[in-house]
């Protein structure tokens, strides 16, 4: 039976938090005076754009969460985490930017707007990107005040960003799209997508891209939350289960979305994915079984969130938002 | 009158400090089980390729000078400070990787190997350089013990590594290839480079981006090699300053070998950036004035190693390599 959300609407949303969010978003990009104009521009163009906010959120639900603090999160609870909300969206903001490149997904639009190569240019949106990633760590470095919490948030961070998540993940997803006999070097395709084996096999590698290229930073922005705002190792260990669930159905609804949804509706070219024969959830189950895999996901995902008893409202109605999401 | 340098010859090199970096260096890139083979092989292929180790072999020079332990550094003094070593080497490749991209420099060869982009491809150069950055961090966050030895030597690797520094001098060295007139939005060339005041403002505008896009990750190395080794702040200090002369002077002798080495000599293709107009110091001073430049800067250098006294002879021996390199 599906977990019910929130008693009452009053957590059925994100609204009172975003001002935060945007408030430090704005306050981090400043990058100093040997940043060049237009490369500050660029980095400013992609981080401020706008967007869901979700991992930044993400880091002010967990650290609300795990502070007993539903609706009521103080100034200084806010600041404590706020350099982890930062550090998140520069991340997934450098990573859109590379992902977007002609070497790489080749999109020209991203949330209705020309991505920031079309905008400035290729080199400019190379380097913006590695900027935002170097930032990213020295948000933590710089406005962490507990040694203990900033390096261990950094480890977060970086394990989230590095080789075997974000970028293995999209690594991979690249390289299936090309080859997809040959992802991680293993065959993972037989002889067609309806047989047995080789289907459940492109399922499990389908799974491993997305669980390191969205999973990943989704759950790092929870645990970053947790960690900045002490929490127990049980909360943590709790956040990190609800992540995980919450990433996968989010690539999920993502390929849903991308399969049915119009390019108005979207903000970026609808049916892509599919033109180039990309591994997709439905291309790969169908849609009506892709749409149940996702509420499956987001099912398991309110079953972890019910640890923080009372204030697991907004985790919840989270949850569902991601079900339901239309863009 | 030029500083001499050792008094002996047993700290003219430092082939007694390679072996440990080599060794760090290939403990270091096993990148996890998510790391997919052909991504693993590309930052193999960068940080692994043959070279000269310097940033490096800067951290360890500094433990060595700030520890009094000329020729003497223990092997629990190098692992301590062996994270930074790894992790200036891993932000130094990726650096080479994407300033080596088509939309970039448009490099093939690079220390006499094809570029990664050439090796791989570009998709996967783009993603091994992203992925480098975060394991550089990584290695710090991960295998410094001190948390506020971790995390000051995370501030020092962003920031090198950031929008105002490293990323930004690259911005600006481009920028300026395209349209010298407006580096960093300043009219910098007036009406030509042999007129005295607008001569000065290009050179200044050259040493700014030079400063940016290699002394501040020569800064950065010792610096991090004096804050892993626990040096007092005058240590620093002093390195700072040495540092700052000995990484324009590496730029400058850099520009000198481009304009007179031939291509096998260099490993690259001598004599490109004459080819495309780029801004370089023997084509705005003449190659006499420029070795001279080259010399001042060594001098001061080697001036600031004198605080170390007796621990200065591989920093002195360093200053004069750096001058006398064919490579």
Request: aromatic share 4%; charged share 25%.
């Amino acid at each position: 039976m599906p977990i019910s959300s929130a008693s009452t609407d009053a957590y059925r949303g994100v609204d009172d938090l975003r001002p935060a969010v945007e408030a430090g978003l704005i306050a981090a990009c400043n990058f100093g005076d040997g940043c060049p104009t237009r490369l500050a521009d660029a980095m400013r163009y992609a981080v401020l754009a706008p967007g869901k906010r979700l991992r930044p959120l993400l880091v002010l639900m967990a650290a609300e969460a795990c502070g007993g603090m539903l609706g009521n999160l103080t100034d200084s609870a806010i600041a404590e985490v706020m350099p982890g909300a930062v550090a998140v969206e520069m991340i997934h903001a450098y990573s859109l930017i590379h992902d977007d490149l002609p070497a790489m997904d080749d999109d020209d639009l991203r949330r209705g707007r020309p991505t920031v190569h079309i905008e400035f240019d290729e080199a400019i949106a190379i380097l913006a990107g590695d900027a935002l990633q170097a930032e990213a760590f020295a948000q933590i470095a710089n406005h962490v005040r507990d040694p203990q919490r900033a390096i261990e948030a950094t480890r977060i961070l970086a394990k989230a960003a590095g080789a075997a998540h974000l970028v293995g993940g999209q690594a991979d997803d690249l390289m299936a799209e090309t080859d997809p006999m040959g992802v991680k070097g293993r065959t993972v395709l037989g002889s067609s997508p309806e047989g047995g084996e080789s289907s459940a096999a492109l399922l499990a590698s389908l799974q491993s891209i997305h669980r390191r290229k969205t999973g990943a930073l989704f759950s790092a922005s929870l645990d970053l939350g947790a960690v900045l705002s002490g929490a127990s190792e049980e909360a943590r260990a709790s956040l990190g289960r609800y992540a995980e669930h919450l990433g996968l159905a989010f690539q999920v609804t993502d390929d849903n979305l991308d399969y049915t949804a119009d390019t108005d509706t979207l903000g970026k070219r609808a049916g892509k994915d599919a033109d180039r024969g990309k591994l997709t959830y439905p291309g790969l189950l169908g849609i009506e079984a892709s749409r149940e895999k996702a509420r499956e996901l987001i099912e398991a995902s309110k079953r972890e969130a019910l640890f923080f008893a009372d204030s697991a409202e907004r985790l919840l109605w989270l949850a569902d938002y991601v079900l339901e999401r239309t863009n």
